[in-house]
C-alpha cells in the first residue's frame, strides 16, 4: 500500500530483468550454503556413535583378549609333562561335573 | 499453472517470511518481495540522487544487499524500515563518494522560529507530487536533506551526522531548501 509521506517510481521491464539478474548469481550462492533440510542427520554425529558403540561392543567382549587368554592356556597346557596334563584334564573334567546336575550324571553313567 | 498457484501463495507471505526463503535461495520469493517494494526504493533512489539512471543503478545495489544480506537479516517484521534503511545509506554512500554533498557556504545562519513555520506550512500543504517535483529542480544537498525530512522524518541531529554537516549547515541547508522551493512553485524556475 502506497504511503502519502513516500515517493514512487514505477520500474521499467528492463529494470526489473536487471535487477533479477544481478541478484541470480547471489541467489544460487543462498541456496548452496542453506542448511539442509536434513541436517538433523549429521555424518560427524553418526561417526562418533558408531565408534562409541564399537568401543563399548569390545569392552564388554573382547575378542583379542579372549584369544589371548585361549593361546596362553594352550601354551601352558604344551609345556605340561604328559601325567601333569592328564591331571589336569581330570580336573577340568571334575570341575565339569560339578556343575552338571545329578540326573545329567546319572544320564551319562548310565 | 503451478507456477501461478506458487506465485499466489508467495504473495500472501509476510516481508519476514519472503526474506527467510530468500535467504535460502528462493528466486520466486525475491519477485514478490521485489514486486512489493521495487517502486519505493527506485522512487526514494531517484529523489536522492536526482536521476533515472542512477537510481536504476543503487536500486540494483541495494537489492543485491538484500539478498546477500537475507541469512542475516533479524526479522522482527521491519522489513520495510530495514529496506528503506539500506536504500538511503547507499544513495548517501553514492552522493558522498561523488563529492555531491558538499556545503561550501561560509557564512551559516539558522532562519528566525517564524519563517521555519512558515515554510513548514507551505510544505505540509503541497501535494506530494508537487512536492516531488519541485523537489527535483533543487540542488544536491538541499534535495537530499528535504528528501529525507519529508520521508524518513530524522531529528535534525541526525540528519546532520548523516550528511557529514554541522547543525546549523544543515539548518541553512533546510532553510535555503524552502525558500528555493517555494521560488520553484511561484515561479516554475529551476534554482
Known amino acids: 500500500m502506497k504511503n502519502e509521506n513516500e515517493f514512487y517510481e514505477t520500474p521499467t521491464e528492463s529494470h526489473k530483468k536487471a535487477v533479477i539478474n544481478t541478484v541470480k548469481s547471489e541467489l544460487k550462492k543462498n541456496k548452496d550454503s542453506a542448511p539442509s533440510k536434513y541436517a538433523f542427520f549429521s555424518w560427524q554425529t553418526a561417526a562418533v556413535t558408531a565408534f562409541a558403540s564399537l568401543f563399548v561392543y569390545f569392552q564388554l567382549n573382547n575378542p583379542l583378549q579372549i584369544d589371548e587368554m585361549n593361546s596362553n592356556l594352550i601354551t601352558e597346557l604344551a609345556s605340561l609333562k604328559p601325567i601333569e596334563r592328564e591331571v589336569i584334564e581330570e580336573l577340568e573334567f571334575v570341575e565339569f561335573l560339578d556343575q552338571m546336575s545329578e540326573q545329567e550324571i546319572k544320564e551319562i553313567t548310565l | ?191
Open chain 2, 1 to 191: 499453472m503451478l507456477k501461478n498457484l506458487k506465485s499466489g501463495l508467495l504473495k500472501k507471505k509476510t516481508d519476514d517470511e519472503l526474506v527467510k526463503l530468500i535467504s535460502e535461495g528462493s528466486e520466486s520469493s525475491f519477485q514478490v518481495l521485489f514486486e512489493r517494494y521495487a517502486s519505493l526504493v527506485l522512487g526514494f533512489s531517484k529523489k536522492m540522487l536526482g536521476g533515472l539512471d542512477k537510481a536504476e543503478e543503487a536500486s540494483q545495489e541495494v537489492w543485491l544487499k538484500v539478498v546477500k544480506n537475507a541469512q542475516s537479516y533479524d526479522s522482527r517484521g521491519q522489513f520495510k524500515s530495514w529496506l528503506m534503511r539500506v536504500t538511503k545509506n547507499h544513495c548517501l554512500n553514492v552522493l558522498r563518494k561523488d563529492s555531491r554533498l558538499v556545503f561550501t557556504d561560509k557564512l551559516v545562519e539558522a532562519p528566525p522560529e517564524n519563517t521555519k513555520d512558515a515554510e513548514e506550512a507551505m510544505l505540509l500543504n503541497l501535494s506530494m507530487r508537487d512536492l516531488s517535483e519541485a523537489l527535483d529542480k533543487l540542488p544536491d544537498t538541499q534535495r537530499v536533506a528535504l528528501t529525507l525530512l519529508a520521508t524518513t522524518e530524522p531529528s535534525y541531529e541526525d540528519l546532520a551526522e548523516e550528511m557529514g554537516v554541522s547543525l546549523g549547515a544543515l539548518k541553512s541547508i533546510v532553510h535555503r531548501g524552502r525558500k528555493s522551493l517555494k521560488l520553484i512553485l511561484e515561479t516554475g524556475a529551476a534554482v
